[in-house]
Nanobody, 114 residues
């Protein structure tokens, strides 16, 4: 069964850090780009970072220098390292595979609050 499983979210104080793993089925991870999206309360889902199969990355402007996306092809896992978190980073975070555009996991909630 193809699936994406995000984890690692939680409640963190402003300025804190989190690392989000996304475990993917091998059939939808290899030889394709992976992305991290987020959806804030009342907002639309937005792309925050993407990593291609060769490791090149791009980020939305609001997270450049703050978030780092990476991938471990041996483990079929993508990661989103987030530092200096702000309340506006509060959202449900989802990973995504270009190989299955319509497939989404349950996401992981990140709440940044004091």
């Amino acid at each position: 069964q193809e699936q994406l499983v995000e984890s690692g979210g939680g409640l963190v104080q402003p300025g804190g850090s989190l690392r989000l793993p996304c475990a993917a089925s091998g059939s939808i991870f290899g030889l394709t780009a992976m992305g991290w999206y987020r959806q804030a309360p009342g907002g639309q889902r937005e792309l925050v970072a993407r990593i291609s199969m060769d490791g090149s990355t791009n980020y939305t402007d609001s997270v450049k220098g703050q978030f780092t996306i990476s991938r471990d092809n041996a483990k079929n896992t993508a990661y989103l390292q987030m530092v200096s978190l702000k309340p506006e980073d509060t959202a449900v975070y989802y990973c995504h595979s270009n190989r299955r555009p319509g497939l989404w996991g349950h996401g992981t909630q990140v709440t940044v609050s004091s």
